[in-house]
């Protein structure tokens, strides 16, 4: 099974502060990355998908990149809306099957 | 965008059957081209997928779950349910479905999910 590692697990930042989350994965697959938002209470909310498409109605402040194993999400200017917990996603097709797993999670916290 | 809406009991005894449904409206999930999925979330985790199933009905699992787990699709309702097997502790968790954005060779996320429901597996 593939894992992902999300690095760090906890950021302190203030507004206005470029963040950089990174998304590791154990091995390189043909595979597809997401990124997710999530606020207490609430269902995750779709950021990026397919490594560095912006979902529609999302700020372009959030930028995804990356490719291989190695994937960041980038927050150029971090705004009071952002603090929250942020997660990769990863899908992966092998023959007719798929799967996809998630992150174990950053938190976004205020400095 | 469709809105999606979970329902079902939120307590469960240890090694019964957890049954869950999501409500879709705002779109057909039998002639859409979507699939559709379900996520849980245990307390201060991040989410797992359980599954998703296609329009036509077909469905995938993620393995470490399959022996437990049937996902199916009641298009006359227009929804989809969830039936999770003797249940332990290990299945509390808050349980979303979400529509599974996905073609051949492209994925676009899960873009719409439903509130979320918990669900706490105790005697």
Known sequence: DIQLTQS?????????????????????VLAWLAWYQQKPGKAPKLLIYDVSSLEGGVPSRFRGSGSGTLFTLTITSLQPDD???YY???????????????GQGTKVEIK | QPQLQESGPGLVKPSETLSL??????????????????IRQPPGK?????????SSGSTFYNPSLKSR??????TSKNQFS?????????????????????????????DVWGQGTTVTVSS
């Not at chain 1, 950021?11 to 963040?19: I, N």
């Not at chain 2, 409206?25 to 081209?33: E, K």
């Not at chain 2, 039936?83 to 996320?109: E, I, L, M, Q, W």
């Open chain 1, 8 to 28: 760090p697990s906890t950021l302190s930042a203030s507004v206005g502060d470029r963040v950089t989350i990174t998304c590791r994965a154990s091995q390189r």
């Open chain 1, 83 to 85: 603090f929250a917990t």
């Open chain 1, 88 to 102: 990769c996603q990863l899908y992966s097709q092998q023959d007719s099957s798929y799967s996809t797993t998630f």
């Open chain 2, 21 to 38: 449904t999501c409500t879709v409206s705002g779109g057909s999930i039998g002639s859409s081209t979507y699939y559709w999925a379900w």
């Open chain 2, 46 to 54: 991040g989410p797992e997928w359980i599954g998703s199933v296609y």
């Open chain 2, 69 to 74: 787990v049937t996902i199916s699709l009641d």
């Open chain 2, 82 to 110: 969830l039936k999770v097997t003797s249940v332990t502790a290990a299945d509390t968790a808050v349980y979303f479905c979400a529509r599974d954005d996905r073609a051949p060779n492209a994925y676009y996320g899960l």
